[in-house]
């Protein structure tokens, strides 16, 4: 298997990495478990939403998932 080399890539990679759940992968946006959906940015940074309101930008995808786990 080759390594992640695009943003989205590496998203799936870290989702899987900590066990969180996809539920539905529509290229830009990423739903998970727990109401959270994932927008992708251009500039490198991962939209945190939940419910349609914004939680938080990140650009650690560690800090989004242990985020996403510890809700």
Not at 17 to 23: C, E, K, N, T
Not at 32 to 38: L, M, N, P, S
Not at 56 to 65: K, S
Request: with cysteine.
């Amino acid at each position: 298997m080759n390594p992640p080399q695009t943003p989205h890539e590496w998203l799936l990679f870290a989702l899987n990495d900590f066990g969180i759940a996809l539920v539905s992968d529509n290229g830009r946006f990423v739903e998970v478990e727990k109401d959270y959906t994932i927008e992708i940015e251009q500039n490198g940074v991962y939209k945190l939403i939940w419910k349609g309101k914004v939680v938080a930008p990140f650009q650690d995808l560690a800090e989004l998932c242990h985020f996403i786990q510890m809700s």
